[in-house]
């Protein structure tokens, strides 16, 4: 099971950015998935989150700006970011908790599966 994420980039104060990750692998299901992000010299924090039904989750520094989306079909979770500020700065991580299929076929396990991180620098 692998997460891919992708959209990062450089963008002005105040510019939007549309960040997208898709899971793949032999997946069974995916509970909740999320985005979260790290900056330069601090840990990693929450930034939203989305269950299977569509339930979301936001932290506070982000909400009215940040909309956190899913596709169920393609397994996969967008986070469109409006009016970005400095402070957004960061990697962004994807999230998922996934009941994925065992190599051997025999069974299930559950894990939370992380993507790489997308870069995002706002900046003018």
């Known amino acids: 099971v692998q997460l891919q994420a992708s959209g990062g980039g450089l963008v002005q104060p105040g510019g939007s950015l549309r960040l997208s990750c898709a899971a793949s692998?032999?997946?069974?299901?995916?509970?909740?998935m999320g985005w979260y992000r790290q900056a330069p010299g601090k840990q990693r924090e929450l930034v939203a989150t989305i269950t299977n039904g569509g339930s979301t989750n936001y932290a506070d520094s982000v909400k009215g700006r940040f909309t956190i989306s899913r596709d169920n079909t393609k397994n996969a979770i967008f986070l469109q970011m409006n009016s970005l500020k400095s402070e957004d700065t960061a990697v962004y991580y994807c999230n998922a908790d996934i009941l994925a299929v065992r190599p051997d076929g025999d069974g299930y396990y559950d894990k939370y599966f992380w993507g790489r991180g997308t870069l995002v620098t706002v900046s003018s």
């Open positions: 692998g032999r997946i069974f299901s995916i509970n909740i």
